[in-house]
């Protein structure tokens, strides 16, 4: 178990907090779902009520160096949205990493400001991996982290989202900061909590449902889960490389070939634990507009299977009716265009039903976090984990180096 910041004595302190604040914007640049800033509050407020002087450090998007991009990636409206819910100014601190350090310094007790977008330094998302082999990109990172580092008496990791990356704020930085206290906060302590909890001592039966585009992302967690769950249900345009591993005529739904051998293999293994839907909503395009048809296991050439159909959302429903535990991750088909939602959205109901029939349901991922907001369900959920990528890499067990460089419960001593 890791130290969380129950067990520091932040009063006086700077503290720096690597948060996920990286928000979906839309095109204007308003904040179009603010749930990663607020899954953050408990530990900012916590942090600021005990008297810390907070450096809040995230990252946002994923800009390239364009000089447009200085704009399009600014953390700007995310510190104008904490101000509000916090109550009080959160300054943004849009110059170099030394001028951050400078104010740093003159912060006072329960002041709170957040650094610019790390990811418009490119030091930040250098990988460990290509360091090694490269000196000067090992020095460009640790360079970077050194001057983080030296912002802060106290480092604390409330990033879920990010925790299967090893970014400079990420890893590198706690790792320089080994003689001060490192900890996670309260949203990494439940995220850990909840879905450790979901994979490793589960109440069953434990029904995992599984959506979105690619296989190629969900392999390993499809693998890992297989192991752990009681049924897996496979939705979205995932199920076409399956049923086309099945031998059945997909039309032109999404398949990715070179997985039809990988999707072949995982189906034996798993047997009749992996579902797949029965019947689809096919359509010649995706458009709202568009004529649909429905269609058994095989979809005629020119139409794409474009979401489970109605027989499938029965079998789906009925199986995540008997769980104890279900878990979610990914939508089962193009959610974001009506008539394409009805199984995404039948999902989000069936999840809601089983909480309030005594069920822990979990949903992990963007989109089927989106689509449980969509359908004003979301709080009849047990837990919705802040994290995408994050949230699958941990389900499927990998180990995330940028937890593992934090102090251990026991270990820690108190810092006063
Ligand atoms: C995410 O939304 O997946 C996290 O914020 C991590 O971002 P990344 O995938 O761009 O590293
Ligand atoms: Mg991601």
Known sequence: MKANIDSLDVAGKRV???????????????????????????????????????????????PKGKPEDREKFTLA???????????????????????AVR????????????????????AETIKDKKAADDPDLRAQKDAFARSLAALADVYVNDAFGTCHRDNASMFTVPQLMANKPRVVGYLVQKELDFLGGAVSDPARPFVCVLGGAKVSDKLGVIQSLMTKCDTIL???????????????????SLVERDLIETAKNLRAAAGDRLMLPTDSVAAREISGEAETQACGLSIPDGWMGLAIG????????????????????????VFETPPFDVGTMAMASAM?????????????????????????????????????????????????????????????????
């Open 16 to 62: 720096l907090v690597r948060l996920d604040l990286n928000v979906p914007l839309d095109a204007s640049g308003s904040i179009t779902d603010d749930r990663r800033i607020r899954a953050a509050l408990p530990t900012v407020k916590k942090l600021l009520d005990g008297g810390g002087r907070l450096i809040l450090i995230s990252h946002l998007g994923r």
């Open 77 to 99: 409206p995310v510190a104008s949205r904490l101000g509000e819910i916090l109550d009080r100014p959160v300054k943004l601190l849009a110059g170099d990493i030394d001028g």
């Open 103 to 122: 104010d740093a310094a003159s912060l006072k007790n329960g002041d709170v400001v957040l650094l610019e977008n790390l990811r418009f330094h490119s």
């Open 234 to 252: 496979i939705g979205g345009a995932m199920a076409y490389k399956f049923l086309a591993a099945d031998g059945h005529d997909v039309g032109g």
């Open 310 to 333: 109605p027989k499938s959302v029965k079998v789906f429903c009925d199986t995540i009716a008997k769980a104890k535990t279900v878990v979610w991750n990914g939508p089962m088909g």
């Open 352 to 416: 809601a039903d089983a909480t309030d029939r005594g069920a822990i349901t979990i949903i992990g991922g963007g989109d089927s976090a989106a689509a449980i907001e969509k359908a004003g369900l979301a709080d009849r959920i047990t837990h919705i984990s802040t994290g995408g990528g994050a949230s699958l890499e941990f389900l499927e067990g990998k180990p995330f180096a940028a937890l593992d460089v934090l102090d251990d419960a026991k270990a820690h001593r108190v810092c006063g």
